[in-house]
């Protein structure tokens, strides 16, 4: 038996019987919905309808009249109040006008935008009266004339009575007036007095009466009435011809029922069978047909039901006989065509064998043999030349290859502002960052490159601080440990300076207490600079008044600055002057300066010290001559140990300016020397008090 269903279920006879049969079924659902929807001018829903009064067809008779008739006794009203302008709504009028107000404008040589509007709207009334008279007059002519076209399709209503009228306007086709003898009639609709009348009363649960209703809402229900009456072979007529729809509706609708489920049996058999000869096999065959590409498929599919549309309703509207060959025909191609998109879909190239992925992937492979075949500018020159030739010969689907080359410089674009923003990154000193990059191109290389020379950074730079860290750690142990015994020395040398000593030895204890002495400062120092430079000194910000921490340390050096006879000129600000520091570190500082002024600064000098307001910052300049020439630059004169003279005879350490400019720097400042000829010049930053 599987034998058997194996070889008829497959084979090519069972597949064109299938297949025929699936274009009959489709056939067939289509000539059922033409036959109701086209040929009957009617619709399916006639099918679930209890009865005429409750059918969209009865409203359909009703709506055209009542909504008429509400026109012209709501809107229009008669011809004297169209030919006065009645009818012309303001809003339009006034887009009219505006129009023509905006013509004026542009055509007006004397036209001038700063000049008040309503000057050039008097001068638009007059120049433009013509106009403005004829437009109006054109929008009464519109009217009238849809007046009258409203006036002679109430003429052709028989077998209806009607009467409307606004209190001074009637529109009927009928002597009567009274609502009561219309209300003999088999079915009667009546409006008045914000109430509504409609009979019979089955009518009341139509779904579609808001379509007779809603024409109704903008009339005055004061003054308005509207009455309208179907006479009982007018009813007997559209009943006949409702239960006439109807039946077909019901026939057509079982044979749609039918036919879809056949199609849909059929059509689900060839999706499981095409293109193989067993259910097992997963090869699947191709013929010519299946050659073409699939996106030409898909807009032949998509342009078949457009042209048969037009077809049937354009060329054979009146040949009836035609609509099933052409049918028959349009169901063929559109089926094969669908059927072999199946196949694809089954072979997986459902996109593979299409013409725009056939480009796509000449396009991919062309950029890939360019970019594995030279350099940057190998690459560039062909791009740029192969490019305008890809869309001299894709101007078909240009957008397809525009679209390709935007992705293509985007992602390029992207991956250069990626490498652009890390390299920001990394200079502003975030050597962790890494520069992401995708691919294996020349953006790809050169972000691993600068990866490669960030990670040498980080370890260089992570060296030299570990090493920074362990000079300024020995440096303090050992000024620590220096510290204990020196204090004895010196200590021991007091006792001794005490004591009754020859001549010679008191000599000698003399220059223990110098070099002893010299060493505990040279120690002291070497401490503070290193605990300076690592930062762990606790910093204690207040308001100072900079002026009077200056003229009070002036103060107490001033035996110094009389033992070398220095002048000390201070500039400054009339205002009261106020920093955000640390007292003590901030006097150290400036203290350090005044000891290298004393121990370089040339006898008998003027030292200026200049005190300058820069808004957010306060400048701090102390300027001296040199009494010896200044051979040496300001950044060697920076450096720890480094002093003015290279003779090293004056008493200093050499870390005076790097313990200033360190403890500056703790409180948020700045610090820095210039050197000019034989001029010393110290310049300090520092933040401004803000309440």
Same mark, same amino acid.
């Given at each position: 038996?599987?034998?058997?269903?194996?070889?008829?279920?497959?084979?090519?006879?069972?597949?064109?019987?299938?297949?025929i049969?699936?274009?009959?079924?489709f056939?067939?659902?289509?000539?059922?919905?033409v036959?109701?929807e086209?040929?009957?001018?009617g619709n399916?829903s006639?099918?679930?309808e209890?009865?005429?009064f409750?059918?969209?067809?009865?409203?359909?008779?009703?709506?055209?009249?009542?909504s008429?008739?509400?026109?012209?006794i709501?809107?229009?009203?008669?011809?004297?109040?169209?030919?006065?302008?009645?009818?012309?709504?303001?809003?339009?009028?006034?887009?009219?006008?505006?129009?023509?107000?905006?013509?004026?404008?542009?055509?007006s040589e004397?036209?001038i935008?700063?000049?008040?509007e309503?000057?050039?709207?008097e001068?638009?009334?007059k120049?433009?009266a013509?106009?403005?008279?004829?437009?109006k007059?054109?929008?009464?002519?519109?009217?009238?004339?849809?007046?009258?076209?409203l006036?002679?399709n109430?003429?052709e209503f028989?077998?209806?009575?009607?009467?409307?009228?606004?209190?001074?306007?009637?529109?009927t086709?009928?002597?009567?007036?009274?609502?009561?003898?219309?209300?003999?009639?088999?079915?009667?609709?009546?409006?008045?007095?914000?109430?509504?009348?409609?009979?019979?009363?089955?009518?009341?649960?139509n779904e579609h009466?808001?379509?007779?209703?809603?024409?109704?809402?903008?009339?005055?229900?004061?003054n308005?009435?509207?009455?309208v009456?179907?006479?009982e072979?007018?009813?007997?007529?559209?009943?006949?011809?409702?239960?006439?729809?109807?039946?077909?509706?019901?026939?057509?609708?079982y044979?749609?029922?039918?036919?879809?489920? $056949?199609?849909? #049996?059929?059509?689900v058999?060839?999706?499981? =069978?095409?293109? !193989?000869?067993? &259910? +097992?096999?997963?090869?699947? /065959?191709?013929?010519g047909?299946?050659?073409?590409?699939?996106?030409?498929k898909?807009?032949?599919?998509?342009?078949?039901?457009?042209?048969?549309?037009?077809?049937?309703?354009?060329?054979?509207?009146?040949?009836?006989?035609?609509?099933?060959?052409?049918?028959?025909?349009?169901?063929?191609? $559109?089926l094969? #065509?669908v059927?072999?998109?199946?196949?694809? =879909?089954?072979n !997986?190239?459902? &996109? +593979?064998?299409?013409?725009? /992925?056939?480009?796509?992937?000449?396009?991919?492979?062309?950029t890939?043999d360019?970019y594995?075949?030279?350099g940057?500018?190998?690459?560039?020159?062909?791009?740029?030349i192969?490019?305008?030739?890809?869309?001299?010969?894709?101007?078909f689907?240009?957008?397809?290859?525009?679209g390709?080359?935007a992705?293509?410089?985007?992602?390029?674009?992207k991956?250069?502002?990626?490498?652009?923003?890390?390299?920001?990154t990394i200079?502003?000193?975030?050597?962790?960052h890494?520069?992401?990059v995708s691919?294996?191109g020349?953006?790809?290389?050169?972000?691993?490159?600068?990866?490669?020379?960030?990670?040498?950074?980080?370890?260089?730079?992570?060296?030299?601080?570990?090493?920074?860290?362990?000079?300024?750690?020995?440096?303090t142990n050992?000024?620590?440990d220096?510290?204990?015994?020196l204090?004895?020395?010196i200590t021991?040398?007091?006792?001794?300076?005490?004591?009754?000593?020859?001549?010679k030895?008191e000599?000698?204890v003399e220059?223990?207490?110098q070099?002893?002495?010299?060493?505990?400062?040279?120690?002291d120092?070497?401490f503070?600079?290193?605990?300076?430079s690592?930062?762990?000194?606790?910093?204690?910000?207040?308001?100072?008044?900079?002026?009077?921490?200056?003229t009070?340390?002036?103060?107490e050096v001033?035996?110094?600055?009389?033992?070398m006879?220095?002048?000390?000129?201070?500039?400054?600000?009339k205002?009261?002057?106020?920093?955000?520091?640390d007292?003590?570190?901030?006097?150290?500082s400036?203290?350090?300066?005044?000891?290298?002024?004393?121990?370089?600064?040339?006898?008998g000098?003027?030292?200026?010290?200049?005190i300058e307001d820069l808004?957010?910052?306060?400048?701090?300049?102390?300027?001296?001559i040199?009494?010896?020439?200044l051979?040496?630059?300001a950044?060697?004169?920076m450096?720890?140990?480094?002093r003015g003279?290279?003779?090293?005879?004056?008493?200093?350490?050499?870390?005076?300016?790097?313990?200033?400019?360190?403890?500056i720097?703790?409180?948020?400042?700045k610090?820095?020397?210039q050197?000019?000829?034989?001029?010393?010049k110290a310049?300090i930053?520092?933040?401004?008090?803000?309440?």
């Amino acid at each position: 038996m599987d034998i058997k269903l194996k070889k008829y279920s497959h084979s090519i006879i069972t597949k064109i019987i299938v297949f025929i049969m699936a274009i009959i079924c489709f056939t067939g659902v289509i000539q059922a919905f033409v036959e109701v929807e086209i040929v009957n001018d009617g619709n399916f829903s006639s099918a679930t309808e209890d009865n005429y009064f409750k059918s969209r067809a009865y409203v359909q008779e009703s709506e055209h009249l009542v909504s008429s008739l509400s026109r012209l006794i709501g809107e229009f009203k008669n011809e004297e109040h169209i030919v006065n302008g009645g009818t012309i709504d303001e809003a339009e009028w006034k887009s009219v006008e505006d129009n023509l107000f905006s013509d004026y404008q542009l055509q007006s040589e004397s036209f001038i935008p700063e000049l008040p509007e309503e000057k050039y709207y008097e001068a638009f009334q007059k120049k433009y009266a013509d106009e403005i008279s004829q437009a109006k007059e054109q929008m009464i002519k519109e009217d009238l004339k849809e007046y009258h076209l409203l006036m002679q399709n109430l003429e052709e209503f028989e077998g209806v009575v009607f009467y409307a009228s606004d209190g001074a306007n009637v529109f009927t086709n009928t002597t009567i007036t009274e609502k009561t003898k219309f209300e003999t009639y088999p079915s009667y609709m009546i409006f008045e007095n914000y109430k509504q009348e409609i009979f019979p009363k089955e009518t009341e649960g139509n779904e579609h009466l808001r379509l007779i209703t809603q024409d109704l809402d903008g009339l005055d229900p004061e003054n308005s009435v509207l009455y309208v009456a179907f006479s009982e072979g007018f009813l007997d007529q559209k009943i006949n011809e409702w239960e006439e729809n109807k039946a077909i509706a019901i026939k057509n609708l079982y044979k749609l029922a039918g036919f879809l489920g $056949g199609f849909i #049996l059929s059509f689900v058999y060839l999706i499981l =069978v095409i293109g !193989r000869k067993s &259910f +097992k096999e997963q090869a699947v /065959y191709l013929n010519g047909v299946d050659k073409i590409y699939n996106d030409i498929k898909i807009v032949i599919c998509m342009m078949l039901f457009p042209l048969w549309v037009v077809l049937v309703d354009d060329v054979f509207r009146n040949i009836n006989k035609m609509i099933i060959p052409i049918t028959v025909l349009f169901s063929i191609v $559109g089926l094969v #065509l669908v059927l072999s998109l199946v196949k694809h =879909v089954k072979n !997986r190239t459902l &996109f +593979k064998h299409t013409l725009i /992925y056939c480009f796509i992937h000449m396009i991919v492979k062309f950029t890939g043999d360019v970019y594995r075949s030279g350099g940057v500018g190998v690459k560039t020159v062909l791009i740029v030349i192969g490019y305008p030739i890809l869309i001299a010969l894709t101007f078909f689907m240009f957008p397809v290859t525009i679209g390709i080359a935007a992705w293509f410089a985007f992602k390029k674009v992207k991956s250069f502002q990626a490498i652009q923003e890390g390299v920001e990154t990394i200079k502003d000193g975030n050597l962790h960052h890494r520069i992401e990059v995708s691919g294996n191109g020349e953006f790809g290389k050169l972000a691993d490159n600068i990866n490669s020379i960030t990670d040498g950074l980080k370890k260089a730079v992570d060296s030299e601080l570990k090493s920074e860290r362990l000079k300024t750690e020995l440096i303090t142990n050992v000024s620590h440990d220096i510290r204990t015994p020196l204090t004895s020395i010196i200590t021991y040398v007091d006792l001794l300076k005490n004591e009754k000593l020859p001549s010679k030895a008191e000599e000698y204890v003399e220059v223990l207490d110098q070099k002893s002495k010299r060493l505990k400062i040279l120690t002291d120092d070497l401490f503070e600079a290193a605990k300076a430079s690592s930062g762990n000194i606790p910093v204690d910000f207040v308001k100072i008044d900079i002026v009077s921490l200056i003229t009070q340390g002036l103060g107490e050096v001033n035996d110094k600055i009389e033992a070398m006879d220095l002048d000390f000129k201070m500039n400054y600000p009339k205002d009261k002057i106020y920093v955000t520091a640390d007292g003590k570190l901030l006097w150290r500082s400036i203290e350090n300066l005044l000891s290298n002024i004393f121990k370089y600064a040339h006898e008998g000098s003027r030292v200026y010290i200049d005190i300058e307001d820069l808004g957010s910052e306060i400048l701090l300049t102390f300027k001296n001559i040199s009494a010896t020439e200044l051979n040496i630059s300001a950044d060697e004169l920076m450096e720890r140990f480094k002093r003015g003279d290279e003779s090293r005879s004056s008493q200093g350490s050499g870390l005076g300016l790097s313990i200033a400019k360190n403890l500056i720097e703790i409180q948020k400042g700045k610090f820095n020397i210039q050197i000019d000829g034989d001029l010393f010049k110290a310049v300090i930053y520092l933040p401004k008090y803000t309440d």
